[in-house]
């Protein structure tokens, strides 16, 4: 899309997180004019919070300096959304959101239309248009954070699945009688390859002793998949043997995904991938030894690159759809 077939006007996004808001302003191209961080402070319940989404994305309207409004704004929320009614249908870290219609309450409050995605398709779309995906048609994005999320993008075009809940890579199941996962239930791909899962097998190697460095590292805190990391960089057997085997779990994850999607991009986000290497190149391994060859020699996988930007740039690419259908809409009545 070239700029003038959508106006030069700014778009908005918010990424509404647990515990924190991100908002961005930016233009037509996706580049940024504005920011804004503030703490969600969840626990004031939705009304409040809205209020906050607000006051952020009017600060970063304000630091990109334009005395203009905007023309759309994109919102991504946690949790699953009703897309079409425009409504966060349940978020976990955020107590009392329980079909909130955040669409018409945003487009209220700041004047202009409004649109909701789910934080992993925003990321997903963000990263499609903007980041490591450019130039894809067929892209799985992956976050692996505490949870592991997803979003797929299949001919260009975000697929949300029958009712919004497509996409959830992270309860492929792996193991039969695995971990118990957050969703209930066991060996999901999310109970062995997350920060969390990460975490309780670093949990278990320290109380039998056999993660000095780990443990130093560690000290009273309560043990992270960072800590993890920086302890297996440092040498410390059993950490680097966690990290390997988490890897290797993501890249059967991966494999499912090759075989069923023949994507010709998955990227992957989220803070425990900042590890790289470490669970990259076991994660690649297995691709390279199990998923079927045609799909696999297709696929490129690769590190998100818009950070933790690429939710709230995501959601700022679909209002753009907004005000470009807008104009579509307008040239055909005129
Ligand atoms: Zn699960």
Known sequence: MD???????????????????????????????????????????????????VESLTAALVEAGRGMKLEAVGVAAPGPIDFEQGTVVEAPN????????????????VGCPAILENDANAAAWGEFTLGAGRGSRHL????????????????GRLYRGANGAAGEIGHIPLVEDGPRCGCGARGCL?????????????????????????????????VTARTVYEAAVQGDAAAQAIMDEAGRHLGRGLTAVVNVFNPDHIVLGGGVMKSGEMLLRPALAEVQARALR??????????????????????????????VRAVHVTEEET
């Open 3 to 53: 700029v003038d077939e959508a106006g030069t006007g700014l778009i908005g996004a918010i990424d509404l997180g647990g515990t924190k808001i991100l908002s961005l302003v930016v233009d037509m191209l996706g580049e940024v004019h504005g920011v804004d961080v503030r703490p969600t402070e969840a626990h004031r319940g939705p009304d409040a919070v809205l209020r906050r989404m």
């Open 94 to 109: 955020l107590p009392g959101w329980s079909n909130v219609p955040v669409v018409e309450l945003i487009a209220d409050m």
């Open 190 to 222: 999310e109970a062995l390859a997350s920060g969390t899962a990460i975490a309780r097998r670093a949990r278990e190697a320290l109380a039998t002793g056999a993660a000095p460095i780990l443990a130093r590292l560690a000290g009273d805190e309560p």
């Open 140 to 155: 799985v994005y992956l976050t692996v954070s505490t949870g592991i999320g997803g979003g797929l993008v299949l001919d």
């Open 294 to 323: 045609l799909a696999r020699d297709h696929v490129q996988i690769a590190l998100a690159s818009l950070g933790d930007r690429s939710g709230a740039l995501g959601a700022a690419m679909l209002a753009r759809e907004l005000v």
